[in-house]
């Protein structure tokens, strides 16, 4: 079945006229994945090699491009759209918040969600072995196809219909979605309030340790200038701190 998929793409991509080809079936497929970009293909190479993972070569050697090209372009335009996007919705934030939003709205789980959000799992073209992972939701390499989609977009139909796409799938979603950019390191909020009020020094203490080798808990006390701030306990000492700072932002309130 992916080999076929494969051969119906690539005879659509060798094509000048292919919309003349009548009663292909894959023309139908083409079609539904216009539809979820919103307009024409006009250069269908650019759009097949973005779907085309690596994996996939192995399956076809007059295949010489996979999509990380491609990924490489879509990831600086993405970066571009964002920021763009932000500066322009958030005016009276500063550059630590713009760009800790940035970075909450590029990373992976957020293209992921994204490249799932227009079922770009249906199209990209992978071995077999990872054919049996997109099911289950590989984010890797969903992600990576949904820059590389973005690049093809961008050569296709230039910045503007690009940046049109990314707001669309990408940024006003996450914004949709409740909580879906909360930041939830809070042992990053408050070195944040540490620098912005000029205390030096934040130190984190475990201070009990208890349960057997499999089944320990810790108990960490977080220090502001010697002043104890908040206490936390984790299954380990990373959830520990982080329960600490939690709360301790709690305390003084910015969180």
Same mark, same amino acid.
């Given at each position: 079945?992916?080999? %076929? ?17 009548? @009663?292909?079936?894959? %023309?139908?497929?083409? %079609? ?43 990831? &600086? ?70 820059? &590389? ?49 000029? %205390? ?25 200038? @010697? ?19 939690? @709360? ?8």
């Amino acid at each position: 079945m992916l080999r %076929i998929l494969y051969l119906k793409f690539k005879y659509l991509v060798t094509k000048k006229n292919w919309y003349d080809i009548s @009663n292909f079936i894959p %023309i139908k497929k083409f %079609i539904s994945f216009e539809k979820i970009l919103g307009y024409k293909i006009y250069r269908p190479k650019y759009y097949f090699t973005a779907l085309t993972h690596r994996s996939f070569l192995e399956m076809d050697e007059s295949s010489k491009s996979s999509n990380e090209r491609l990924e490489f372009l879509g990831d &600086a335009v993405i970066d571009l759209v964002v920021g763009k996007y932000l500066f322009n919705n958030f005016p009276d934030d500063d550059e630590g918040f713009l760009t800790k939003t940035r970075s909450m709205l590029v990373n992976k789980s957020a293209l992921y969600d994204a490249a799932k959000r227009i079922e770009l799992d249906k199209f990209i073209l992978v071995s077999d072995n990872y054919s049996k992972t997109l099911p289950n939701g590989s984010k890797s390499v969903l992600s990576d196809a949904y820059e &590389a989609l973005i690049g093809a977009i961008y050569l296709d139909k230039g910045l503007g219909k690009a940046e049109n796409f990314v707001i669309k799938t990408l940024a006003e979603p996450s914004f949709n979605i409740k909580g879906y950019l909360k930041d939830n390191n809070f042992k990053s909020q408050l070195l944040e309030h540490a620098q912005k009020e000029h %205390i030096e020094n934040i130190e984190y203490y475990v201070v009990k340790e208890e349960g057997p080798q499999h089944q320990k808990s810790f108990t960490v006390e977080v220090k502001l200038n @010697n002043n104890v701030l908040g206490t936390g306990s984790g299954k380990n000492k990373k959830s520990a701190e982080q329960n600490a700072a939690k @709360n301790a932002l709690q305390k003084i309130k910015i969180s």
